[in-house]
């Protein structure tokens, strides 16, 4: 279940009534999520996806456009695959929150 956390987050503000805006790095994942998170709570509209990679800068005006808070809870990491240094991942990281904030 290789979205646990963001099933467990999501459902979790979609059930205090805020609307959830996930990333995906591929649109083609949104049946996976949407199916973990229906098995706890039905979204109602109140989720929605964007495909973006935090290696990259393209997308992510849109994708804030409207958001109030941000829950970073995911990082392009894969065990035993190194596409990028953690420093550069904190750098991109920290380029997206103070260019938000």
């Known amino acids: 279940m290789p979205f646990f ?8 503000k979609i059930k205090k009534g ?3 805006r996930g990333s995906v790095r591929s ?8 199916n973990g ?3 706890e709570i039905d979204p109602k509209g109140n ?3 964007c495909e973006l990679d935090l290696m990259h800068d393209a997308g992510w005006d849109k994708a804030m ?13 894969k065990f035993g695959v190194q ?9 991109n990281l920290r380029k997206l929150l103070s260019d938000k904030i």
């Open 47 to 49: 989720l929605e996806f």
């Open 83 to 91: 596409r990028e240094s953690p420093g550069t991942m904190l750098m």
């Open 5 to 12: 956390v963001i099933y467990q987050k999501a459902q979790a």
């Open 18 to 20: 805020y609307a959830v």
């Open 27 to 34: 649109l083609f994942r949104t049946d996976e999520v949407i």
């Open 37 to 39: 998170i229906k098995k």
């Open 65 to 77: 456009k409207g958001c109030d808070y941000v829950l970073h809870v995911a990082t392009p990491f």
